[in-house]
């Protein structure tokens, strides 16, 4: 059974920064291209970052370049996503994805599984 389990989410003010996890179980890391995506109530979901499934070079929507890092932990199947400055626009519900590698869609907010999200807000 595929299972992602997001945590690390909650609520903080604008410049600060907050560390997302993702536990991940039941997918091995060499066939799936691994992505963080989110989405605010009412609106699509949006592609944040990925790594691929052999590279562990990320990537990342222009709106959090610089200052969100993706990274990944092949010993414990755990991915992080490290957030700084945050602003209001990053208020979201954040998840954690899987796509087949080689699918083409690593660089967009398509997957083949998904974790249950986290809530960020950023607010002062």
């Known amino acids: 059974e595929v299972q992602l389990v997001e945590s690390g989410g909650g609520s903080v003010q604008p410049g600060r920064s907050l560390r997302l996890s993702c536990a991940v179980s039941?997918?091995?890391?060499?066939?799936?291209?691994m992505k963080w995506v989110r989405q605010v109530p009412g609106k699509g979901i949006e592609w944040v970052s990925s790594l691929g499934s052999i590279s562990d070079t990320p990537y990342y929507q222009d709106a959090v370049k610089g200052r969100f890092t993706m990274s990944r932990d092949r010993a414990t199947n755990t991915l992080h996503l490290q957030m700084n400055t945050l602003t209001p626009e990053d208020t979201a519900i954040y998840y954690c994805?899987?796509?087949?590698?080689?699918?083409?869609?690593?660089?967009?907010?398509?997957?083949?599984?998904r974790g249950q999200g986290t809530q960020v807000t950023v607010s002062s």
């Open positions: 039941g997918l091995p890391f060499s066939t799936y291209d």
């Open positions: 994805a899987a796509v087949r590698r080689w699918s083409g869609d690593l660089l967009n907010s398509n997957f083949d599984f």
